[in-house]
C-alpha cells in the first residue's frame, strides 16, 4: 500500500520510507471491509510523508515483533500507537508526541467489581494484550491478580464480551472506538480513574526509529510540528474523536 508525498519525477528517483503499523488496533490502524489500511495512525503517517516531501509505504506488521523487525531494517519507522516507555527509549528512538492517552479498566455493564486496586481484583480474571504498556504494567503491580494475555485487542475486547474475563486493561483512546461505537462494545464500560505512569506508559505515543537513524528523526519531528501548526492534525483528530487528542 504505497503514498507518495513527492513531484513523481523525484519519488521516483527515492527509496521509500517503510511504515510499519499493526492493522488490528482501530480506530488507530485497522483494515476497512475492502482490506485498505485505515485509521488515525495511517492518516497521521501519510500527512507526516506529505509534509516531509517523503516517498512513503505502510507495512503491516503483527505487534508482538514490532520492534525486534524495526531494529531488524524490515523498515524504518513505527507509526502503530506505541507509547513512549522508558524500556522502549532503550531501545528506538521516538519523536515528539503525536498524541496522548491515560490507561483504563473496563468492564461489564452491571459487574460488582468494586474497585481497581490489586486487592480489589484478586478473585477476578484480568486481561491485557501481549506486548503491551499495559501487560508491563499488570506484571509489576498486579501480579497475584489472575491474568490472561491476548494476542491482539480486538481478541482482549471479545475476551471482556464473552465473559472470558471479567476486566481489562486497554488503552482508553483505543477502546473508546468499541465502547462507543459498536454493538459489541455496549456491553461494558470504563471502570475507575484514568491511569498515568510515565515509566509504563511514557509521554504518550510517538514515532519510533533505529536510534541511527537521526536525520529521518529529525523530518518527521519537522513534519509533525508542521501538520499540528496547519489545520492538517486537527482534521484528522476530528475524524475519529469528538475532543483533542494532543
Known amino acids: 500500500m504505497a503514498m507518495s508525498g513527492r513531484a513523481a519525477s523525484v519519488a521516483a528517483e527515492e527509496k521509500p520510507v517503510r511504515i510499519a503499523v499493526e492493522g488490528a488496533f482501530p480506530p ?25 516531501e517523503l516517498t ?52 461489564r455493564k452491571g459487574s460488582d467489581i468494586a474497585g481497581t486496586s490489586a486487592d480489589d481484583l484478586k478473585t477476578v480474571r484480568l486481561g491485557v494484550t501481549a506486548e503491551t504498556s499495559q501487560e508491563n504494567y499488570v506484571k509489576k503491580f498486579y501480579g497475584d ?15 471482556l464480551a464473552d465473559g472470558s474475563v471479567d476486566i481489562i486493561l ?23 480513574a484514568d491511569i498515568k505512569n510515565t515509566e509504563y506508559f ?14 529521518l528523526l529529525a523530518k518527521f519531528n519537522a513534519a509533525l510540528e508542521k501538520i499540528q501548526a496547519s489545520e492538517t492534525y486537527d482534521t484528522i483528530n476530528a475524524k475519529y474523536f469528538p475532543f483533542s487528542i494532543r
Request: aromatic letters at 10%; a negative charge.
Open 28 to 52: 488507530f490502524n485497522y483494515l476497512d471491509s475492502k482490506n485498505n489500511l485505515q485509521g488515525f495512525d495511517v492518516d497521521v503517517a501519510r500527512a507526516l510523508c506529505d509534509a516531509a
Open 56 to 107: 512513503c509505504e505502510i507495512v503491516i506488521q503483527e505487534w508482538p515483533t514490532m520492534i525486534p523487525n524495526l531494529l531488524a531494517n524490515r523498515y524504518d519507522a513505527i507509526i502503530s500507537s506505541m507509547s513512549m516507555s522508558a524500556e522502549r527509549r532503550e531501545k528506538v528512538a521516538f519523536s515528539n508526541k503525536y498524541y496522548d492517552s491515560p490507561s483504563v479498566f473496563i468492564v
Open 202 to 215: 511514557g509521554d504518550g505515543a510517538g514515532i519510533a526509529l533505529r536510534p541511527s537513524d537521526q536525520e
Open 145 to 159: 491478580v489472575s491474568t490472561t494475555v491476548f494476542r491482539a485487542s480486538p481478541d482482549l475486547y471479545k475476551g
Open 170 to 192: 486497554e488503552d482508553k483512546l483505543a477502546v473508546y472506538d468499541w465502547l462507543a461505537n459498536t454493538k459489541a462494545g455496549s456491553c461494558c464500560e470504563f471502570k475507575g
